[in-house]
């Protein structure tokens, strides 16, 4: 258990949105803001519908049944993806069909205005949406689809005001803001207006109030009327103001779909998104040109909504790459788990008194939170299988032995206790765990099994370890695609929630044999051989001791005079020009934006130096005299010696690369690498490029919008 | 995730069928039914709106006596019952041919404040005695007194909201050894007992407010000796399936019925009252409602609360004082509810009102806006004990013309009063439906059987298992001949209440 507290933990924080007291402070601060309308706003029923329609559906996505993504890099910095959607018309219900028609006329629709996805404000691109026969689908414009939002929200407001009992008694302030005080309830109805289309204000300081012979103003009884209105109507946690938050911070993508078929697919472009990484910061020249990488790894985050029953993602690269290792990572679990933890918490606070009112019910407690961690160790054990059949699949691509993974616990032998004290990997814990709790080992589970502390410190334990993250492997047979399937998986009778779920894609892309790197060490050796024959013939006395080459220097030595230039000069400088040119010439070289030049970044650097070393040596029997060669030769050939080692070195790292078991990143669910490494981790790496639809990702590794 | 709050969408999904309805409020139709009033085949179509189908549908009947309740949404936008009114609570007698016949037609302006999901719930079994249903004065104030102290505990602190409370209903044993056999047995349940069953919302993030309910509720029942029954919350354990926290204690529940009610008669109660409160559900009305009952003495012999469209309907049977009995003729009235409560005080109270222990504060409480629906006097026909069983029935299938005519739970009680051979009497306990947004009619019902005299214990489970296929089968096969298609139609009857556990989606 101490292991937790070692080295694994990794910032792992959440994808919060604005804290739930921010909300209303800053609904509050827009409505000082606001300009104070003096009509009301034009009511309109079918706006009205259509945009509370569209929020409803937008959030739970249901009508989408399977999404598929083609992930592309078009550069090492960008990537574009395609989406399609499988839509599911018949989720939809008469009446919401009637409310979200197009055309507001008619009396039985022929389409609907559907939103298919949401975007976050941040990424602002045409979209070009096609069906299934490659035309183009009508989608509303932002403007309209915030006009539907604003009325349905404003619309939204009204019933709250309209049903709560306050607005009966004549003496309450919300009767007066419903029947008299109308600049307040327009300025309200403003306010959501201008959060809607002009998205959250920063909050900041607000001018003092108007010194007008101390009699406050007008506008400023009516705006603190109107807040306090809104704060007597809404809690800081209220739904309310959490629908206008999404509403005022995302985009829907909003088509029209004919209503007459049943099933429907549609396909978009996404924009491009921009890698982040610290790598690729515009101050960071230096690293750009100096980070030699064996493996370009590659982490996209985005988010499939929960309703959603499969969900597919495809990444292809040129033929000239391979993907080493794709997988995609989810925290599908992440409500079951939220709920588990906390009600270990809920029960280890009150145990004791659970125990003193009834024994039975601290067991049905503990009996309820031991079939659930259950279902995490199978769940996780089916996760942790495949991915090492995975990795045994890859290893057989280069290698005819088998990857050494860890020696496995024996998990059917019972422990006298629950097991789950031990120090042992998590996930190992949990499977013998299962296996036991199906085996009845555990019916008492209150008289003692599990302790407050214990329960404290696995809930502590499961958070820590991302127990949550489930793993879905590469099962693409092309060398340079990948592609992982991700299928909801309801966890028992828990609360659906309606938060996406966050799903992660980790790719490793290299280049293999034959690659750029086994091209330039024949260059090298081809350069070296150069060299050292004319410094063979040149300064044969380099080799003396040297067994063949010195019987070959004495053979060849030709009659040159210390002290005259070489008379054929010309030729050793054509030849070492020409020759390394000409092999550089044929070696393909990207250019260093691609990802393939990123890989190729260090047999290029020496695919160069060994071509100046040369050049250089030709400099020098150009101007030089041939007494003064030796030490040029010399330091010309232990340079080449230098990159050849450096060549091999490379070579070495990317087999120790081609071998590793499981990266340490930031993808890797926790209990994966604990499982797989059995050591500590002391650096978290990070990915080469990361790419993210989820919004701004802060320093520590979540992501925060 | 911070707050991985369900309330939002729901939010969303409310307030889009309000604004589609050109309508935020909900019509209801009630009726009380009992042997003065009669007692109609429960249906789909309101009383009072005959060319509609009701969204939603309970039928609760116990010993003759019971109530209907229908809610939709209106056509019409913001179609009122009372005229111009700015009230949002507004009911009204349904009169047929200058008779009120305990009919009562109104409309609710919904609170989307109360947005729970009856997934994330914990579902709560208090038990009383394990004897059939027949309560005495005295026991219908312990009724009382647990029913109080169940909503109480429900409020207390911030607050979680009951979605369905219900008493009678079956009451559960755990099975002996002879039917656990392989594990899958369990003993033939009785109809009606003295059991209180309460289904309580919980916030997804406030998992010390379960523990906080239990441990009130195991107070409250081993204070009283009554037995207290939860919901098995294994992972994959379905509804029906309770797990035993403490037994009834008959001794100490005597104990406990004299040193509190000793002076009620120990007689069963010959004539009732029949209430209704309406209102916008909300959190902690109907504890408001019980405290206030408990402190003027008023039993209660039967009760269902449960919120239909986030409207809250608490329906009461409360026996009248004996000292009142005889004296007035049936009627029907609808009273705010400081009137209604005093009202019914003043009849039904078991005491003087000088004995009360508090002043009423109903009307600073959350209930201050409910309406109180009163019909009575009736004469339930409250029998010798006998020995009814349980069937629980769920059925899902597309909205049609057939179903308006005909209810499935009629149809499978009536398909079960045919076979003479087994059955002596089946009649329909409790019965809830739903007309899902998309035309699918989902609906579970209770349905108590008498099996004919003669038959021993053992052979019950046998009988019971055999009636249910049988019955099943043959009233899909009635659904077919109205032109259902096959694949559409599904029913499901199990005497095993868990049996029915994946395939409902209705409370």
């Known amino acids: ?705 | 995730m911070a707050s991985p709050g369900l309330r939002h969408p729901t939010l969303a999904a409310v307030a889009a069928r309000a604004a589609t309805a050109g309508s935020p409020s909900v019509l209801f139709d009630i009726t009380h039914d009992g042997p003065e009033t009669g007692l109609p085949a429960v249906e789909l179509v309101p009383p009072t709106a005959p060319d509609r189908t009701a969204a939603e549908t309970l039928a609760f009947h116990v010993a003759g006596v019971g109530f209907q309740v229908h809610t939709w949404i209106p056509v019409t936008p913001s179609k009122q019952q009372d005229g111009v009114t700015t009230s949002r609570i507004a009911v009204r007698r349904h009169e047929t041919n200058g008779h009120a016949r305990g009919m009562f037609a109104g409309s609710v302006v919904i609170n989307p404040d109360f947005l729970y999901d009856a997934d994330h719930s914990v579902e709560i079994l208090v038990t009383l005695g394990h004897e059939p249903w027949r309560p005495t004065y005295a026991d219908s104030l312990m009724i009382t007194l647990a029913y109080q102290g169940m909503t109480a505990a429900a409020a207390a602190d911030h607050g979680a909201p009951v979605l369905f409370l219900q008493s009678p209903v079956a009451p559960f044993r755990d099975p002996g050894r002879q039917f656990r056999v392989d594990g899958s047995g369990e003993a033939p349940r009785l109809a009606n007992g003295m059991a209180l069953r309460m289904l309580v919302g919980l916030e997804q993030d406030n998992h010390g407010k379960r523990i906080a309910l239990m441990c009130a509720l195991a107070g409250l029942a081993a204070e009283n000796g009554f037995g207290l029954q939860v919901a098995d919350r294994r992972l994959g354990r379905v509804r029906g399936e309770w797990w035993s926290v403490l037994a009834p204690d008959p001794k100490r529940y005597a104990a406990r019925k004299a040193e509190l009610f000793g002076w009620a008669p120990d007689s069963v109660p010959p004539a009732v009252q029949l209430l209704t409160f309406v209102g916008p559900a909300r959190l902690g009305s109907s504890a408001a409602i019980a405290s206030d009952l408990l402190s003027r003495n008023v039993g209660m012999l039967a009760v269902s609360e449960s919120s239909m469209q986030e409207i809250a309907f608490i329906n009461m049977v409360v026996p009248l004082a004996p000292a009142r009995i005889g004296r007035a003729r049936l009627s029907s009235t609808t009273l705010s509810i400081a009137d209604g409560l005093g009202q019914t005080a003043s009849e039904c109270g078991l005491t003087r009102r000088t004995g009360v222990r508090a002043k009423s504060r109903v009307t600073d409480s959350a209930a201050t806006d409910y309406r109180v629906l009163r019909t009575g006097p009736m004469r339930p026909p409250i029998k010798e004990a006998t020995v009814d069983h349980p069937l629980w029935l769920s059925w899902g299938m597309p909205l049609s013309d057939a179903l308006r005519r005909v209810d499935v739970a009629e149809l499978v009680v009536t398909q079960l009063r045919a076979a003479t051979d087994r059955v002596a009497a089946a009649r329909i306990d409790y019965y809830r439906a739903r007309v899902l947004a998309d035309g699918h009619v989902t609906g579970r019902a209770k349905i108590a059987v008498s099996l004919v005299d003669g038959l021993s214990e053992t052979d019950v489970p046998r009988l019971l298992s055999e009636l249910c296929a049988w019955a099943q089968r043959e009233s899909v096969a009635r659904l077919l001949d109205d032109d259902l298609p096959l694949g559409a139609v599904r029913v499901r009857l199990a005497w095993r209440e868990r049996w029915l556990g994946h395939t409902g989606t209705v409370a």
């Open chain 1, 1 to 705: 258990m101490s292991r937790a507290a070692g080295g694994w933990e990794r910032a792992v924080t959440s994808t919060s949105k604005l804290v739930e007291g921010d909300r209303l402070q800053r609904f509050l601060f827009a409505l000082r803001r606001t300009p104070i309308p003096t009509a009301p706003s034009p009511h309109d029923g079918y706006q009205e519908a259509l945009g509370l329609n569209l929020l409803a559906l937008g959030l739970r996505l249901a009508h989408v049944d399977r999404m598929s993504e083609s992930l592309t890099l078009a550069d090492s910095t960008h990537m574009a993806r395609t989406v399609s959607i499988d839509i599911n018309m018949n989720v939809l219900t008469a009446e919401q069909k009637w409310a979200l028609r197009t055309d507001p006329g008619v009396e039985r629709p022929k389409s609907v205005w559907l939103p298919v996805s949401r975007q976050s404000r941040t990424d602002q691109a045409s979209f070009v949406v096609r069906d299934s026969a490659g035309n183009v689908v009508p989608r509303t414009t932002q403007v309209e689809t915030a006009r539907a939002l604003v009325h349905g929200l404003c619309r939204a407001f009204r019933m709250f005001l309209t049903s709560d009992r306050r607005t009966e008694d004549s003496k309450e302030l919300l009767h007066g803001i419903r029947h008299s005080f109308n600049r307040s309830r327009w300025l309200v109805e403003a306010t959501i207006a201008a959060l809607v289309t002009g998205g959250w204000p920063r909050v900041g300081a607000l001018p003092p109030p108007a010194a007008d012979s101390g009699r406050p103003t007008d506008s400023e009884i009516i705006r603190d009327k109107a807040a306090d209105a809104v704060t007597q109507l809404f809690a800081p946690d209220s739904p309310f103001l959490r629908l206008l938050d999404i509403a005022a911070s995302e985009y829907l993508l909003v088509v029209e779909m004919p209503t007459h078929k049943a099933q429907a697919f549609v396909q978009y472009e996404a924009p491009v998104i921009p890698a982040r990484s610290k790598h690729l910061g515009p101050r960071n020249v230096l690293a750009r040109w100096m980070s030699f990488r064996h493996e370009f790894t590659v982490r996209y985050a985005t988010l499939i909504p929960r309703a959603v029953n499969s969900y597919h993602v495809t990444a292809e690269v040129p033929p000239e790459i391979q993907v080493r290792r794709f997988f995609l990572t989810t925290d599908v679990d992440s409500p079951a788990l939220h709920s588990l933890v906390a009600d270990m918490r809920a029960v280890a606070d009150n145990y004791a008194s659970l125990q003193q009112v009834a024994p039975k019910l601290l067991e049905l407690e503990l009996q309820g939170i031991a079939s659930r961690l259950a279902e995490f160790g199978r769940r996780r054990q089916r996760d942790l299988e495949s991915f090492r059949a995975y990795i045994e699949e890859r290893y057989a691509t280069f290698a005819s032995r088998s990857p050494r993974f860890p020696t496995r616990h024996d998990t059917t032998t019972p422990t006298g206790d629950t097991g789950l004290g031990l120090d042992q990997p998590i996930v190992t814990r949990l499977e013998r765990f299962a296996n036991l709790y199906e085996a009845d080992y555990f019916r008492k589970l209150a008289d003692g099994l599990m302790p407050p502390d214990a329960l404290r410190r696995l809930a502590a334990e499961l958070e820590a370890t991302q127990v949550d993250q489930d793993i879905h492997t590469d099962n693409d047979p092309r060398e340079n695609a990948g592609h992982a399937q991700w299928h909801r998986r309801p966890f028992g009778g828990d609360p659906g929630s309606v938060e996406p779920v966050t799903s992660t894609v980790y790719m490793a892309l290299v280049d293999e044999p034959p690659s750029l790197a086994s091209n330039v060490s024949k260059l090298l050796l081809a350069v070296l051989i150069l060299v050292v024959g004319f410094g063979v013939v040149m300064e044969p006395e380099l080799f003396s001791g040297i067994p063949m080459l010195s019987g070959l220097g004495a053979w060849f030595r030709p009659a040159v005079a210390d002290d005259v230039p070489i008379s054929s000069a010309d030729a050793i400088v054509t030849m070492l020009l020409l020759v390394p040119g000409l092999l550089l010439s044929r070696l393909e070289i990207p250019s260093n934006k691609t990802v393939l030049g990123q890989l190729r970044l260090f047999p290029r650097y020496v695919a160069y130096a060994s071509v100046i070393i040369a050049g250089a040596l030709a400099l020098l029997v150009a101007s030089g005299r041939s007494e003064k060669l030796d030490r040029p030769f010399q330091v010309g050939m232990s340079a080449l010696v230098l990159l050849f080692l450096l060549v091999g070195l490379d070579g070495m790292g990317k087999a120790v690369k081609r071998r590793r078991r499981v990266p340490v990143n930031r993808v890797s669910p926790i209990w994966l690498v604990q499982e797989i490494r059995r050591r500590p981790v002391r650096r978290w790496k990070r990915c080469r490029a990361e790419f993210s639809t989820i919004g701004i990702e802060d320093g520590n590794g979540g992501f925060d919008g």
